[in-house]
């Protein structure tokens, strides 16, 4: 009934009235807890206004490290690790370990791909480790190598010249050309050696492995080393250093045919190779009674070329005061250094489908003294179907350009001061002039074995020049000064100073010996 009642009397209060009552019971209950009301559904709004906005603000940092990234700037300053103090970028550790990978890449990747950096390098390393792991290992001891080789060129007081990047700009230029535009250099450049390379970080790279490449090649000079220790190199190398003097010549199997000849088939050409071999056999024997070598390879040999050039004044057969390096016939090298040669031996010797006729004359110790030289190169205009003509023309030129330097070249400084271009307008300049100090058969190998012959002879004195004609080239030798060492000697002192310096420096470089760390985060970016 009672509830009947007050049903009754809220159906009977207005609409204004219960609005009232409901405010008053609210109030009330926040009375009863203490009279601390809710915040105002405004505070609710703001907060998540402040969450949205941090929230934004973040993404926004993540999108602009994103774009950094592709960038390559993160990883251009982040350090990845570090060597006793040098920071090592995480651009400059890939750089390092792509070399390695790409040189095995190279040689092993299957149809061109690349190796599992997670598969097992033992088959080919010996090693229980991983290709990745193997890659490290190698890419962080090239990197302490060349970090430490640095440091110590700096505590020497040595820096990055203006030649060394002038070099490194040469350098690079020469690359870019080869593989195109700007854009596809730069793209090269990610692709060898990580995304983050770029044309300065890889100049940068490259000057500062040019200063300490020239700094640790001029170490092994400074090493003081006994005359026990260079007698003593010398009676264990003298295959090494002696020079041998013999008369050789080709004997060519002819196996060209004229035009409009069906080409040889392979039982013809085994047959004429078997027939020069008798005939090289015959020759041997010859001469044991007649030691015309020149006479013999005009003989013998069909081409007419070959004649031709062995025809020329003077023995083209003879090979005088050659030593190891010079002689690229192993075969024929061991036969002319065997300790039981005697004047007067003949052999033959197969190369390919021709035959080299050897007779021995003399060995000795390399006594000649060696020379500080400046070598000028003009390089002819090579044989060519047409333009025959031209190509006389521009080699007489040469010439007289190179007869006009042997006149004025007397010292070094008038090399360095010679304006080819200004002096003979028209001719081909000759290359840069290359100065080899104290010039012996290792510094000499890629040259014409005349250079060597005129530079160790009692002919080069001081101030004189040299003009030396070949089929290749025109050089014009200017000898600076005359040493008063022999060039066994000279040899023998090079090598154990270099063999000294490779043991110490392999010791000082290895990374056991070196505070190497990684350093995070930067070390998780690499790759």
């Known amino acids: 009934m009672a509830r009947g009642k007050k049903e009754h009397e809220d159906n009977n209060l207005t609409k204004a009235e219960q609005n009232r009552q409901e405010r008053e019971a609210r109030m009330a209950e926040i009375r009863k807890r203490g009279g601390q009301a809710m915040k105002p559904p405004q505070s609710k709004r703001k907060k998540k206004k402040i969450i949205g906005t941090v929230v934004g603000v973040l993404v926004a940092l993540v999108l602009i490290f994103y774009i950094l990234w592709l960038m390559g700037i993160p990883q251009r300053n982040?350090?990845?690790?570090?060597?006793?103090?040098?920071?090592?970028?995480?651009?400059?550790?890939?750089?390092?370990?792509?070399?390695i990978a790409n040189q095995y890449n190279q040689m092993l990747g299957q149809g061109g791909g690349v190796l599992n950096k997670k598969d097992s390098s033992k088959a080919v390393t010996g090693e229980d480790l991983s290709w990745g792991e193997f890659f490290h290992r190698e890419a962080v001891?090239?990197?302490?190598?060349?970090?430490?080789?640095?440091?110590?060129a700096l505590e020497k007081g040595k820096t990055i010249t203006d030649e060394d990047r002038k070099n490194v700009d040469i350098m690079v230029e020469s690359m870019q050309q080869q593989v195109g535009k700007p854009l596809d250099f730069e793209l090269y450049l990610q692709g060898m050696y990580g995304k983050s390379m770029n044309v300065k970080a890889y100049k940068d790279l490259m000057a500062r492995q040019y200063m300490a490449m020239?700094?640790?090649?001029?170490?092994?000079?400074?090493?003081?080393?006994?005359?026990?220790e260079i007698n003593k190199y010398y009676d264990e190398n003298k295959d090494t250093l002696d020079m041998v003097t013999y008369h050789s010549f080709t004997l060519k199997t002819p196996l060209t045919v004229k035009e409009g000849e069906d080409a040889l088939v392979d039982e013809e050409k085994a047959k004429r190779v078997d027939e020069t071999e008798t005939l090289a056999k015959d020759i041997v024997e010859k001469l044991k009674a007649d030691d015309n070598m020149d006479a013999l390879a005009q003989e013998h040999n069909k081409d007419q070329k070959i004649k031709d050039f062995y025809a020329k004044d003077g023995d083209q057969t003879l090979q005088e005061n050659r030593v190891d390096s010079q002689i690229s016939n192993k075969e024929v090298k061991t036969w002319l250094y065997d300790a039981e040669r005697k004047a007067g031996d003949a052999a033959y010797f197969k190369n390919g489908n021709d035959f080299e006729i050897v007779r021995f004359e003399s060995r000795a110790k390399d006594e000649r003294q060696v020379t500080d030289v400046m070598i000028s190169t003009f390089v002819k205009t090579p044989e060519m179907k047409e333009g025959e003509e031209q190509r006389e023309e521009d080699n007489e030129k040469i010439m007289k350009?190179?007869?006009?330097?042997?006149?004025?070249?007397?010292?070094e400084e008038a090399v360095n001061t010679y304006d080819e271009t200004e002096a003979q307008a028209g001719v081909p300049k000759a290359q840069k002039a290359v100065k080899i100090e104290s010039i012996t058969p290792v510094k000499a190998t890629s040259l014409p074995p005349e250079i060597l012959d005129f530079a160790l002879s009692d002919k080069a004195k001081a101030g004189q020049a040299e003009l030396i004609d070949t089929n290749q080239a025109v050089y014009v030798v200017t000898v600076l000064t005359n040493k008063d060492k022999a060039s066994w000697y000279v040899q023998a002192e090079e090598k154990v100073q270099m063999q000294t310096y490779q043991d110490q420096h392999a010791e000082k470089v290895d990374p056991a010996n070196n505070e190497v760390s990684k350093s995070y985060p930067g070390f998780l970016l690499v790759g």
């Open 78 to 99: 982040m350090k990845a690790m570090e060597v006793n103090g040098q920071k090592v970028t995480v651009n400059e550790y890939d750089f390092y370990y792509n070399l």
């Open 141 to 152: 001891k090239n990197l302490v190598n060349d970090v430490v080789t640095y440091q110590e």
């Open 214 to 228: 020239h700094y640790a090649a001029s170490v092994p000079d400074t090493i003081e080393i006994s005359e026990d």
């Open 401 to 411: 350009a190179a007869k006009a330097m042997v006149k004025q070249f007397t010292s």
